[in-house]
T-cell receptor, first 112, second 113 residues
Framework: DAEITQSPRHKITETGRQVTLACHQTWNHNNMFWYRQDLGHGLRLIHYSYGVQDTNKGEVSDGYSVSRSNTEDLPLTLESAASSQTSVYFC???????????FGDGTRLSIL | QQPVQSPQAVILREGEDAVINCSSSKALYSVHWYRQKHGEAPVFLMILLKGGEQKGHEKISASFNEKKQQSSLYLTASQLSYSGTYFCGTVHAGGTSYGKLTFGQGTILTVHP
């Protein structure tokens, strides 16, 4: 069965370190998204991609970057981790804009 | 801009009904509804496209009034399994917004026996 997987599921790191969260989908979806979820804010869009070599900034993109070198993967990089980036991160994918977004199980990231 | 959901929380007994509203200040192309249980990923419920359609999923249905830029989620004869946080996600009309969801802050639904 097709799926979307995130790794790691949990990570603890220190401020100033570079961190990369992986997202891999086997749906062959064009669209991929990264969200962060914090209490009281719901899901906020960090970056998104509509296809290979395409990346776009979302509403909370500062301090994050993504790259899309193939259809299956959209890794999220925190260039220099800050405590304010402690959150739960979800990756999602969809075939088109009118199709459901399928979410991964999330990565709980703690920055000390 | 983030859509506004109301109420923020609702508590029900099994068998009772509930309505969750989602309102946007921008013209909408579509509205998506998701449910998230504690510690899990959001799960898709339904999509409503502009045209005022109403869709259903078991005892959960929704409507979309594009003129008012509002959508409502109707949960009838609630079950314990309906507990969770409900999110609406809106796709704004025009521009480069196609496919990009802006989520509301969520409505926490608790169903008691």
């Amino acid at each position: 069965d097709a799926e979307i997987t995130q790794s790691p599921r949990h990570k603890i790191t220190e401020t100033g370190r570079q961190v990369t969260l992986a997202c891999h989908q086997t749906w062959n979806h064009n669209n991929m998204f990264w969200y962060r979820q914090d209490l009281g804010h719901g899901l906020r869009l960090i970056h998104y991609s509509y296809g290979v070599q395409d990346t776009n900034k979302g509403e909370v993109s500062d301090g994050y970057s993504v790259s899309r070198s193939n259809t299956e993967d959209l890794p999220l990089t925190l260039e220099s981790a800050a405590s304010s980036q402690t959150s739960v991160y979800f990756c999602a994918s969809s075939f088109t804009g009118n199709q459901p977004q399928h979410f991964g199980d999330g990565t709980r990231l703690s920055i000390l | 801009q983030q859509p506004v959901q109301s109420p923020q929380a609702v508590i029900l007994r099994e068998g009772e009904d509930a309505v969750i509203n989602c309102s946007s200040s921008k013209a909408l192309y579509s509205v998506h509804w998701y449910r998230q249980k504690h510690g899990e990923a959001p799960v898709f419920l339904m999509i409503l496209l502009k045209g005022g359609e109403q869709k259903g999923h078991e005892k959960i249905s929704a409507s979309f009034n594009e003129k008012k830029q509002q959508s409502s989620l109707y949960l009838t004869a609630s079950q314990l399994s309906y507990s969770g946080t409900y999110f609406c996600g809106t796709v704004h009309a025009g521009g480069t917004s196609y496919g990009k969801l802006t989520f509301g802050q969520g409505t926490i639904l608790t169903v008691h026996p």
